[in-house]
C-alpha cells in the first residue's frame, strides 16, 4: 500500500465520517430533545437536511425517533466502505455485501463512541479550568452527556462536590468500544477485501 493511497483513504474517511458524525448527532438530539437554537445544532440540521428530506418520504419515524437520520448514516458508511477499498486497491463487486454491512455498524459505532469518549474529556476538563462558564459547545456536549451523566448520579450521587459519573460513563464507553467494535471488526475481517477500511477504525 502506497502512502499516495493511505493520505487518500485518509483523507475520504476523515471527511465522510465526519458528515456521519452529524447525522448521528442529528438523530440524538432529536431523540434527547436537545436546544435546536444552539448555533452548532443549528449547523447540524443544516448540513443534514438536503438528504434527509427525500428519505422521509419512505422511511417514516418511529416512536418519534428520527429513523431517516440513522439509515441516512448507515447509506452513507456503507458508501464509504466501498470507496475507501477501492482505493485500496480492491474491486467493489468482490466485497460480500453482508461482511460491508457488519463493518459499516462498526464504523458507525466507532464514531459515536469516540465522539462520546472525547466529548467526556472535554467536559471534565471544562468543568475543572473553567466551571460554569458558557459556550455552545460545551453547552451542548453537556446535553448530549447528561442523560447518561443522570443515571451514575442516581446510583453513585456527587461524593465531597466531586461528580464521578462522567468518569464512569467514560469507562463504560470505553470497554464498551473495545468490547463491540473490535468484534464487530473481528467478524467483517472475514472478508480480507475490508482491511483496508477497518485500519481506520
Do not use: C
Not at 445544532?41 to 429513523?67: C, E, H, N, Y
Not at 485500496?88 to 458507525?108: N, R, T, Y
Not at 442523560?147 to 450521587?157: E, G, L, N, T
Amino acid at each position: 500500500m502506497d502512502t499516495l493511497q493511505m493520505v487518500l483513504g485518509l483523507i475520504i474517511w476523515f471527511v465522510g465520517e465526519l458528515y456521519v458524525l452529524a447525522v448521528l448527532l442529528r438523530f440524538i438530539l432529536q431523540l434527547i430533545k436537545a436546544d435546536f437554537y444552539n448555533p452548532i445544532s443549528q449547523a447540524v440540521v443544516k448540513a443534514t437536511t438536503p438528504p434527509l428530506i427525500p428519505l422521509r418520504r419512505f422511511i417514516p419515524s418511529i416512536a418519534g425517533s428520527d429513523t431517516a437520520s440513522l439509515v441516512l448514516a448507515l447509506l452513507v458508511q456503507i458508501v464509504l466502505v466501498y470507496l475507501i477499498s477501492l482505493i485500496g486497491g480492491v474491486s467493489p463487486l468482490s466485497l460480500h455485501f453482508g461482511m460491508v454491512i457488519v463493518a459499516s455498524i462498526a464504523g458507525l459505532l466507532g464514531i459515536l463512541l469516540n465522539f462520546y469518549m472525547f466529548a467526556g474529556i472535554i467536559i471534565a476538563i471544562a468543568s475543572f479550568i473553567a466551571p460554569g462558564s458558557y459556550s455552545p459547545a460545551l453547552m451542548l456536549l453537556n446535553q448530549l452527556f447528561e442523560p447518561m451523566s443522570k443515571r451514575i448520579r442516581q446510583v453513585i450521587p456527587p461524593l465531597g462536590g466531586l461528580d464521578f459519573s462522567i468518569m464512569v460513563v467514560f469507562l463504560g464507553i470505553y470497554v464498551l468500544k473495545l468490547v463491540t467494535v473490535n468484534a464487530l471488526k473481528g467478524i467483517a475481517l472475514a472478508d480480507i477485501g475490508l482491511r483496508f477500511f477497518l485500519s481506520y477504525i
